[in-house]
């Protein structure tokens, strides 16, 4: 890294180097598309191949387990020979990786994308060890941290352009059944009916019942009185549907819903931003969804109606289902008695015991007419069946295949276009820069001079930290918007868009801070941001807190480039190495969200003073990691640099 005499004042990219600069800052967007067409994914293999949120998560784990695995072999690799073939050797594979989707995709199942995207990301730990240290030593090191910020400014580009790519090409184009309606179809394909699957559910609701009904002293509680009223309004429409079906009704709506004008796709995302900013109206249903919602309670009860209805003209002709049917319009008479009880006792708790009793009864009735049902629906013979059921299979396979193909096209794409990428750098990019190679690694005495570098250190828990937050946040605010307030996956991700272009502008505006605040300082303050806006994303419930998570996007801008040069300030050459370790820090991102995932699953944390949603209670995670970051940005600010 070059050193300014002190004679005049050092240039950001001296202007020999700005032909290189340019080359390797495309780069910087390249890595970009692919972390951010691939977050979104998370929540598409999820509800494609039907998996918990754990399962789907390991797309992260396999993404960033990539840079994890490839980081050190990288950073020795350049050490050893040159930035110029660390950099073809990462574009190889990273476009490998991209075309291994195309036979992931041919064989439907989850564990080959997960290589092709730990194979991808091998290519991008090659890209990222090699770039960083790369652009840090393109001039003075007096700049470097102003140069790698500036490098880093356009890798938001890239990340626009894949979030762009995952709203308005892939999870718009993606079957609109439901997650619910699939699983039906996958259980039914497996030999068990939907009446049974929908029956077995109820019973599961009611046992949910029965324990707020166990609480004490419940018709006074209003938290336990809106779930039981929630579940209550879900078993009585349940029933209905299973009792009937309207199947006629549910497929003239399905058919008028498909045959509504589709409005630009662009323009629909720029109205849901707007409705998200509360700048204008929710937008209206149309007639159409109007009656569906009215009749069959939203897409999910129209889905389930039109399944039911086929399967209901071949179990009208097997013996015994009429009777059958019976004990369901008990049970949906229990159900509806009970559903008309308890939202009048919400709006008015009374610590009258009668209104317990007769609720109780009600239940208890409900209860022995789903227990009836469920064993009548296991007697009656279903042999004749296997027809339809294998129908069931054909018919989610069908519907994951068409998904999968919208899923691989975008990454096929990419897989090409590295290929001419890689010949452009081939071409274009200098053979060999100041100080590259070297036939002595000199391994374990970078390693041993590094270890005994606290500020590196310390800087390599932050960045796994932060990686870790800036996932986990920019991965589960599709969730969050979904269930905390109803938003569909598009307009969720259009969310993400939103954050991003918060994200790239805080980014330009914080790089300009630099001139004036020290890096320590600056980390500290945007850390302790981001500590309050997640602190707001969990306890502030409805728009409020998504706007909170949203905001944490400009928090984050700099914190990776800022983090980067801080620990490997003064370095020489063992930069090369150490870079190394901050790629692998990048690991965080494949440890952090399976962990949040998996208290998504979990049912609701009760607080005693409010109910804690689990999608909101899992953001205590990127909470600490915010808090790691500001100790480290304070130690910067008071120890390391002085």
């Known amino acids: 890294m070059k050193q300014n005499n002190g004679s005049s004042k050092p240039t950001v990219v001296p202007q020999e180097l700005v032909g290189s600069f340019i080359l390797v800052t495309l780069l910087f967007a390249l890595w970009g598309f692919a972390n951010d067409i691939t977050n979104p994914m998370v929540a598409a293999f999820k509800n494609i191949l039907l998996l918990s949120n754990f399962e789907s998560s390991l797309v992260q784990a396999a993404f960033y387990g990539g840079y994890a695995l490839m980081a050190i072999p990288a950073a020795i690799f350049i050490k050893r020979f040159s930035y110029k073939k660390g950099i073809l050797i990462g574009l190889a594979l990273y476009a490998t990786g991209c075309l291994l989707f195309i036979p992931s995709g041919w064989s439907m199942t989850f564990a080959p994308f997960l290589l092709a995207y ?5 290519g991008l730990s090659f890209l990222e060890t090699t770039a960083n240290p790369y652009v840090l030593s393109m001039g003075d090191e007096a700049t470097s941290t102003r140069r790698l910020n500036l490098a880093q400014a356009f890798n938001p580009m890239g990340s626009i352009s894949g979030m762009f790519v995952a709203s308005m090409i892939i999870l718009v184009s993606l079957n609109t059944t439901t997650e619910s309606g699939r699983r039906f179809l996958q259980s039914a394909a497996a030999g068990e009916p939907i009446t049974t699957q929908v029956v077995a559910a109820q019973l599961e609701t009611t046992q949910k019942l029965n324990s707020i009904f166990s609480e004490t002293n419940w018709t006074t509680s209003k938290k336990w009185l809106k779930k039981a009223s929630e ?68 897409p999910g009860g129209l889905e389930l109606a039109m399944l039911l209805g086929d399967e ?90 068409k998904d999968l193909s919208i899923v691989v096209t975008p990454y096929a794409i990419m897989g090409g276009f590295l290929i001419l990428i890689f010949a452009l750098f081939a071409w274009k990019l200098p053979a060999g820069v100041e100080n590259e190679g070297s036939a002595e690694l000199d391994f374990k005495g ?114 990776f480039p800022t983090i980067y040069g801080i620990a490997l300030h003064g ?56 808090a790691v970051i500001a100790h480290y940005g304070w130690k910067t600010q008071r120890v390391h640099m002085r």
């Not at 059958?324 to 015991?353: C, F, K, W």
């Not at 208290?599 to 995670?621: C, H, K």
């Open 231 to 298: 579940l209550s309004a879900s078993l009585s429409h349940n029933l209905t549907l299973l009792v009937d079906p309207r199947a006629e009704q549910a497929l003239a709506l399905q058919t008028a819903i498909e045959n509504q004008p589709h409005e630009n796709k662009f323009a629909a995302a720029l109205k849901a931003v707007a409705v998200v900013l509360q700048m204008r109206e929710p937008i209206q249903p149309t007639p159409a969804e109007q009656q569906r919602d009215t009749i069959f309670n939203g």
């Open 312 to 401: 209901r003209l071949l179990f009208n002709e097997i013996p015994g289902f009429s009777s059958l049917l019976h004990t369901i319009r008990a049970a949906a008479a229990s159900a509806n008695s009970l559903n008309a009880q308890l939202p009048a006792m919400y709006e008015n708790p009374v610590h009258d015991a009668q209104h317990s009793m007769v609720a109780t009864k009600h239940l208890a009735a409900l209860n022995t007419s789903l227990t009836q049902a469920a064993q009548a629906m296991q007697a009656l013979p279903t042999e004749s069946l296997q027809t339809y059921f294998a129908g069931s299979g054909k018919q989610l396979k069908a519907i994951q295949k």
């Open 118 to 122: 730990l194979i991808m990301t091998c």
């Open 446 to 559: 970078t390693l041993r001079r590094l270890s005994r570098n606290s500020r590196y250190i310390e800087g390599v828990v932050a960045q796994t930290f932060y990686v870790g937050a800036q996932i986990m946040c920019w991965t589960f605010i599709i969730q969050y918007a979904e269930k905390e307030l109803g938003l569909s996956k598009s307009t969720a991700q259009n969310c993400n868009i939103l954050a991003m272009i918060i994200f790239v502008s805080s980014r330009f505006i914080c790089t300009f801070l630099l001139h004036y605040i020290k890096p320590g300082a600056l980390l500290g303050v945007l850390a302790a941001g981001g500590l309050t806006l997640t602190a707001g994303t969990i306890f502030i419930s409805g728009y409020t807190g998504l706007y909170c998570l949203i905001g944490v996007s400009a928090c984050m801008s700099l914190m």
């Open 571 to 626: 370095l020489g050459d063992d930069a090369k190495l150490a870079s190394a370790g901050l790629i692998l820090a990048i690991g965080g991102g494949c440890l952090m969200p399976p962990l949040q995932a998996a208290i998504i699953d979990m049912p609701p944390f009760d607080l005693g003073f409010m109910e804690l949603a689990s999608v909101r209670a899992s953001f205590i995670l990127p909470l600490i990691c915010f």
